[in-house]
């Protein structure tokens, strides 16, 4: 019998670590400008994701993030107009985009606003998506009005014991679980109705003298 030498996985086990310790989540804390924390928040909720993967999406795209470092070297960003807002982050974006902000001498605050612009065209699709499912919606709540009208005359005329009557029923259960579901998406996205994309756009960077 040929006995095999097992295989070294020794190298693969510490690359393997190391990506999953990138994949970490760490709080950290930056300060924003109150538009830019509610653009977050907005699509966050309107695509049903979390922050930390938003934040992933929008700092992974290195290219984007170097482009906007390259405008913003050698600046310092007033602190005036900003909060400060934590926030849970993928350990592996926190550590590239610091290391990005170092090598341009570029404000990470500065790079975290400029690259948040760049949700606004999804924003203005998403309002228009929920406009659209406002008035869908509306039309379904009269529908179930009326199924609900007609399921009533169905007991008061045949009686809950009557086969036309059952078949109706679970048909009713289940239009208002839909109603109730559809309702809940909505309320979710109430944040984007009242949202100005142009607060956003207008954002203006003042620098500090160095």
């Known amino acids: 019998m040929v006995k095999r030498k097992n295989p070294d996985y020794s190298a693969l086990s510490v690359t393997s670590s190391t990506g999953l310790r990138g994949m970490q989540s760490v709080r950290a804390s930056f300060r924003l400008t109150p538009d830019c924390i509610e653009t ?25 993030i170097i482009e906007i470092a390259k405008k913003l070297k050698g600046t310092k960003l007033k602190a005036e107009g900003r909060v400060q807002k934590t926030f849970v982050v993928t350990k592996s974006t926190l550590a590239a985009l610091g290391e990005i902000a170092k ?12 690259s948040v612009q760049r949700l606004l065209p999804i924003i203005a699709k998403e309002r228009k998506r929920h406009t659209l499912r406002q008035e869908i919606c509306s039309r379904f709540d009269h529908n179930y009005s009326l199924l609900k009208n007609i399921l009533k005359d169905a ?56």
């Open 40 to 64: 977050i928040s907005i699509v966050s909720a309107q695509l049903g994701i979390k922050q930390k993967s938003l934040f992933d999406y929008l700092l992974q795209d290195t290219e984007s």
């Open 103 to 114: 090598t341009y001498q570029a404000p990470r605050n500065g790079l975290i606003e400029f």
């Open 155 to 210: 007991e008061d005329q045949l009686g809950v014991d009557d086969p036309a009557y059952n078949k109706m029923a679970p048909v009713l259960e289940a239009y208002a679980s839909a109603k109730n579901a559809l309702s809940g998406f909505i309320y979710k996205g109430k944040g984007i109705e009242n949202f100005s994309p142009d607060n956003l756009e207008s954002i203006t960077l003042e620098y500090a003298d160095d």
